[in-house]
């Protein structure tokens, strides 16, 4: 039974298992672990609680040792949404919004979290996310990077790690949207979301965001001009070396 009532909460979840950079959570950046920049960076926004959802111990150790709330998980949930839904489910805390932000984005800017929520200050918006130009051509086709497609109002349409839309006639980047991992959900469609099965689009891009949209969710979209920096794999750990001198930390 949940005691408190919040307007937002967020949560990070995190994973020390990784195919392509184990233990990448616990990595340092500028001497501070990388989940540790993500929480620092909610606490500056509008968030009313911030929480490290995590299935390792090692992760909740530092994250507690920080002095910040962390929930243990099943190791079998297979996506971090689904690791957000856990917590939020065993958390004594109730909130209207919740936001799952990526445990890989050390420098998300407080002004993309309060962006996602202000999405889900409208009726309409069940479900939020941000998206941001692309600089290059060679990242519009790299499957690494999220393509999204929404309609003139922010609604999406589809996301695919595939060149949407399709160039017949040149390439113009300035036609394509970069999709920034961080979700904002509205708490009365958790549930519901949580008991859908897998759908095949999901399965064939790898994006879960696609069964949520596949069965008629409503998913809005912002434009952010912020940095966006993930940590996917050790060569973007030196990036991110290389922008915390810039930023002169």
Known sequence: MKHQKTKSIGIIPARFQSSRFPGKPLQLIGGKAIIIRVIEQCLKSNLNDVVVATDDDRIAEVVIKNGYEVLLTPSHLQSGTERCFYAYQNLEKASDYLINIQGD?????????????A???????????????????????????????????????????????????????????????????????????????????????????????????????????????????????????????????
């Not at 984005?105 to 929520?117: D, G, M, R, V, W």
């Open 105 to 117: 984005e050390p420098f998300i800017a407080p002004s993309q979290i309060n962006k996602t929520i």
């Open 119 to 249: 999405l889900l200050e409208h009726k309409e918006t069940q479900i939020a996310t941000l998206f941001t130009h692309f600089k290059s051509e060679e990242d519009v086709k790299s499957p690494h990077k999220v393509k999204l497609v929404c309609d003139e109002n922010g609604k999406a349409l589809l996301f695919s790690r595939s060149v949407i839309p399709n160039p017949q006639k040149g390439f113009e980047i300035s036609n394509y949207k970069k999709h920034i991992g961080i979700y904002g959900f509205k708490t009365e469609v958790i549930s519901k979301i949580n008991q859908l099965k897998p759908h095949p689009f999901e399965e064939a891009e790898s994006l879960e965001q696609l069964r949520w949209l596949m069965n008629g969710f409503q998913i809005y979209t912002a434009f952010s001009s912020e940095v966006s920096l993930g940590i996917d794999t050790p060569e973007d750990l030196k990036a991110a070396e290389d922008y915390l001198k810039m930023l002169g930390e």
